[in-house]
T-cell receptor, first 114, second 116 residues
């Protein structure tokens, strides 16, 4: 059981470039999330999804887009990379059964914008 | 808006000893959920323990236990018999019980070092 898988693990982008961070989970979880973690800080929610075809903004959505065409996949798109988007990005998922259910996290993607 | 504060950026403990990590939070809600996550150098966020605010009994998971003081809005983590594998960043997190509020609010973390 792989859990939450993120690719790539590391990436360097130039300012203005675009890329997609991939996230897939094999636990049949309806809820999926994208967070960013800046140095010395906790995680902040970028976007989340409560099921295929449904997405919503989190705390820091500017500069990002998401889509959710399947239950398994929840890609995060950066259209015009900016230095302020240098961060570690985490994808997470959780089951629908009860709001006390914890989120399961991937290993993160370290992204540097130069 | 809810906030989570971890006032100890770094802590250290001798192997086999006990250590307590502090967490306080601010909310106007009466029902919510609290979590402690561990982030080792591998970066993965791993759930350590969780607490439902409506439960008076403190949660325990093997060597990990919490001291949940709802009136004081305090949620500390106690690690007993510390092991080298416990070395990591520890994050306290809050989630509302309100339907539609999916935000998990994290503190800034406490780096725990285990001294052999």
């Amino acid at each position: 059981n792989a859990g939450v898988t993120q690719t790539p693990k590391f990436r360097i982008l130039k300012i203005g470039q675009s890329m997609t961070l991939q996230c897939t989970q094999d636990m049949n979880h309806n809820y999926m999330y994208w967070y960013r973690q800046d140095p010395g800080m906790g995680l902040k929610l970028i976007y989340y999804s409560v099921g295929a075809g449904i997405t919503d903004k989190g705390e820091v959505p500017n500069g990002y887009n998401v889509s959710r065409s399947t239950t398994e996949d929840f890609p995060l798109r950066l259209e015009l990379a900016a230095p302020s988007q240098t961060s570690v990005y985490f994808c997470a998922s959780r089951t629908t059964g009860g709001r006390n259910q914890p989120q399961h996290f991937g290993d993160g993607t370290r992204l540097s914008i130069l | 808006a809810q906030t989570v504060t971890q006032s100890q950026p770094e802590m250290s403990v001798q192997e086999a000893e006990t250590v307590t990590l502090s967490c306080t939070y601010d909310t106007s809600e009466s029902d919510y959920y609290l979590f402690w996550y561990k982030q080792p150098p591998s970066r993965q966020m791993i759930l350590v323990i969780r607490q439902e605010a409506y439960k008076q009994q403190n949660a325990t998971e093997n060597r990990f236990s919490v001291n949940f003081q709802k009136a004081a809005k305090s949620f500390s983590l106690k690690i007993s018999d510390s092991q080298l594998g416990d070395a990591a960043m520890y994050f306290c997190a809050y989630r509302s019980s309100n339907f539609g509020n999916e935000k998990l609010t994290f503190g800034t973390g406490t780096r725990l070092t285990i001294i052999p």
